[in-house]
């Protein structure tokens, strides 16, 4: 980790102290810091605006009074992470009457190569419909890779993993994509 990043982080800590301790311009800058990208995540991960509404709208009251425990050793973002994907999680979690799954039928495949393209051709309703066929766990990290553009290391973090289990939890969740959206390509051409 670089001496910038401790230096970010640190700044990050005090401003967000700063907005618990009642300074409204803290308030709004840590708001409009970590809103947008959080509702982001949570809308792709649950599907539904409400609800991505009501998890941002929870992350937020979580993090202000979890304040004292954020140390700065990684960004807000990735705090705050964390705090949106476990309630993305529970809200799944609860729809789904408490089935989770950890483990999908490709847990034990072995490691090869994935090809993953830049998804020319392929339209956002396919990526959904072959989102959705991922685990809980697998959706949530490829949101935060391809679309927040965190690193293993960041998504673990956010997740409670450790940098290799989010390696293959990714790498799983690459070859689960591709495999829907190959099959996808074939019912289209038939």
């Known amino acids: 980790m670089s001496l910038f990043s401790n230096k970010q982080h640190r ?20 708001i409009r810091l970590l809103s947008s990208p959080a509702y982001s995540l949570a809308w792709k991960m649950l599907g539904k605006k409400e609800d ?3 998890v941002v709208q929870e992350a937020f009251i979580r993090l202000w009074k979890s304040a004292d425990t954020f140390s700065g050793k990684s960004g807000l973002s990735t705090y705050f992470y964390t705090i949106v994907s476990n309630l993305c999680l529970d809200r ?34 396919s ?12 959706r949530m990290a490829m949101l935060m890779w391809a679309y927040q ?34 099959k996808g390509e074939s019912h289209a051409i038939k």
């Open 127 to 138: 990526i959904q419909k072959a989102m959705n066929v991922l685990s809980s766990k697998q």
């Open 52 to 54: 991505a509404e009501d």
């Open 92 to 125: 799944i979690k609860s729809v789904n009457k408490g089935f989770f799954e950890e483990f999908d039928e490709l847990e034990h495949y072995p490691i090869k190569e994935i090809e993953w393209s830049n998804g020319e051709g392929i339209s956002p309703e």
């Open 149 to 182: 553009d965190l690193t293993a290391e960041q998504i673990g973090d956010a997740l409670g993993m450790n940098k290799n289990s989010v390696d293959q939890l990714l790498y799983r969740a690459k070859l689960k994509l591709k495999a829907e959206l190959e």
């Open 11 to 30: 700044i990050e800590r005090a401003l967000l102290k700063s907005a618990v301790a009642g300074n409204s311009q803290a308030s709004k800058e840590v």
